[in-house]
């Protein structure tokens, strides 16, 4: 139970990481708030925390929508009265070539994948500061580190939230709130749906465990850093790819 009584946000949490996260942080201990824009999504995920034992808050909500996350957060407030932890994990790809790549495209990640993390952590920095306690993690990729083809878009906003991990570090650190990344490989979700079987099988080679990652893989790492075994880690950036970028 390591996050025992811990008011952790996490968003994208109807699926994939998100949802294995909000599972893991059940598991520990943690009151669990779950964000995403699908409705049905958060109710089933909301359910499958409480089946677990777990105190659980569902909002079905856009990230880019700030009014909304300042609602958010202060119905949380209300009801649990501290948030402890958030966890910026949705994030979306819409993957062209440089030269093919519309204005729209360019964005609409940046709009989820960059302002909403900013929006998200922005809506929580105070009260974490207030209570001299917090942690925030982000959602990088190795993408954001080492680029990948067809990823201009993603690849930036990946690299940007290493950028907003660094600078709250800082900032935030000396009020006793700790900010990391994580930067997972490929992980087996259905945000690699659109990517081609061939370039899957490419990937698995790649990696020294000849293996993608699993979700609950994300989620363990996600919940060490939420915890206080986690407490000297700050400014970090943690990547969980099988030794993909040896
Ligand atoms: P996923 O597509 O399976 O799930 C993302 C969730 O975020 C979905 O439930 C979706 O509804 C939600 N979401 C999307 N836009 C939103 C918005 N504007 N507001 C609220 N919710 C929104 O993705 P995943 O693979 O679980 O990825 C989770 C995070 O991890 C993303 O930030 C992704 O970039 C990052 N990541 C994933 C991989 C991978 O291989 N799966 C690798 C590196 C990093």
Redesign the pocket.
């Known amino acids: 139970m390591r996050l025992k009584n811990k008011v952790s946000i996490i968003?994208?949490?109807?699926?994939?990481?998100?949802l294995a996260t909000a599972l893991k942080f059940a598991d520990e201990g943690a009151i669990v708030i779950v964000?995403?824009?699908?409705a049905e999504?958060v109710k089933a995920a909301v359910a499958a925390v409480q089946a677990r034992g777990a105190q659980a808050l569902g909002f079905a909500?856009?990230?880019?929508d700030r009014p909304a996350l300042d609602a958010m957060v202060a119905a949380v407030k209300e009801k649990f009265g501290r948030v402890d932890v958030l966890v910026n994990?949705?994030?979306?790809?819409k993957d062209a070539r440089l030269v093919k790549m519309t204005e729209a495209q360019f964005d609409a990640v940046v709009d989820?994948?960059l302002r909403?993390v900013f929006h998200a952590s922005q809506a929580v920095a105070d009260t974490m500061c207030a209570q001299g306690a917090g942690v925030i993690l982000n959602?990088?990729?190795?993408?954001g580190i080492y680029g990948n083809f067809g990823q201009t878009n993603?690849a930036a906003t990946?690299f940007g939230v290493i950028g907003f991990t660094k600078t709250w570090s800082r900032e935030l650190g000396p009020k006793g709130v700790r900010c990391n990344a994580v930067?997972?490989?490929?992980?087996?979700?259905?945000?690699?749906a659109t990517v081609p079987d061939k370039v899957l099988d490419h990937m698995r080679e790649q990696v020294p465990l000849h293996r993608l990652?699993k979700?609950e893989e994300?989620a363990n790492v996600y919940a060490f850093l939420a915890s206080d075994e986690a407490s000297y880690i700050n400014g970090a950036v943690i990547e969980v790819s099988g030794g993909m970028t040896v």
């Open positions: 968003t994208g949490a109807a699926q994939g990481i998100g964000c995403d824009l699908k999504g909500l856009n990230v880019t994990n949705a994030g979306i790809t989820v994948n909403g959602a990088s990729s190795v993408v993603y990946k930067a997972p490989g490929f992980v087996e979700t259905p945000i690699l990652g979700p994300i």
